[in-house]
């Protein structure tokens, strides 16, 4: 059974502070994804990663920064955590392209003060 | 851009009663409409999919249709049970590594 672990399910961080959200799958998937979930706009691509150290804008990367040095590790950073960056974030995995099933983690919620 | 329309945002249903859910996309190259359920405090998982070469597919309770010509594409749920309360979202993918979602629509069941 896949799984998609993210380590912090629960972070309150102060505005301007450096923020680090990590995701890590044991499914050997070459995609990884991170999305914003936010009430009335669904799941929102931030950025993905298709291979190591290869990473690409989703629709709303502004205010993130994203690494992958390791297949099975993808983290988000925030490099200056906002209030309108208060949000659940969902870690995302997939084998193939948009024709695979996407497995999620259970979501990190990050409010921002 | 591209863009994934769902409704209704919130639907209540008496229990055995049938739900539908509806879902329209942009990108006439969509070819892959998957749906996944999140249940409260839960991760979205996929419950069925379709592909742009079949009009429907069904899965016990639940079903998919899909209509191209309309860029459209629906859920249905019939015997509705209360374990069905969640939010569900459509999706559209044209193949490529980008899956976009509809908001959501957020059901519930009452017993």
């Known amino acids: 059974d896949v799984k998609v672990t993210q380590s912090s399910r629960y972070l309150v961080k102060r505005t301007g502070e450096k923020v680090f959200l990590e995701c890590v799958q044991d499914?050997?998937?070459?995609?990884m994804f991170w999305y914003r979930q936010d009430p009335g706009l669904g799941l929102r691509l931030i950025y993905f990663?298709?291979?190591?150290?290869?990473?690409e804008k989703g629709d709303i990367p502004e205010g993130y920064s994203v690494s992958r040095e390791k297949k099975e590790r993808f983290s988000l950073i925030l490099e200056s955590a906002s209030t309108n960056q208060t949000s659940m974030y969902l870690c995302?995995?997939?084998?193939?392209?948009?024709?695979?099933?996407?497995?999620f983690g259970e979501g990190s919620w990050l409010t921002v003060v | 851009g591209e863009n994934v329309e769902q409704h209704p945002s919130t639907l209540s249903v008496q229990e055995g009663d049938s739900a539908v859910i509806k879902c329209t996309y942009s990108?006439?190259?969509?070819?892959?409409f998957p749906w996944y359920k999140q249940e409260l405090g839960k991760r979205p998982q996929l419950i069925i999919d379709?592909?742009?070469?079949?009009g429907e597919k069904k899965d016990q309770r639940i079903a998919v249709t899909l209509n191209k010509t309309a860029k459209h594409f629906s859920l249905h749920i019939t015997e509705t049970q209360p374990e069905d309360s969640a939010v569900y979202f459509c999706?559209?993918?044209?193949?490529?590594?980008?899956?976009?979602f509809g908001a959501g629509t957020r059901l519930f069941v009452k017993a």
């Open positions: 990663s298709y291979d190591v150290k290869m990473k």
């Open positions: 499914m050997d998937h070459e995609n």
């Open positions: 995302a995995s997939s084998r193939g392209q948009g024709r695979d099933t996407i497995y």
């Open positions: 999706a559209a993918s044209t193949g490529g590594f980008k899956t976009i």
């Open positions: 379709i592909r742009s070469n079949v």
């Open positions: 990108d006439s190259a969509s070819n892959y």
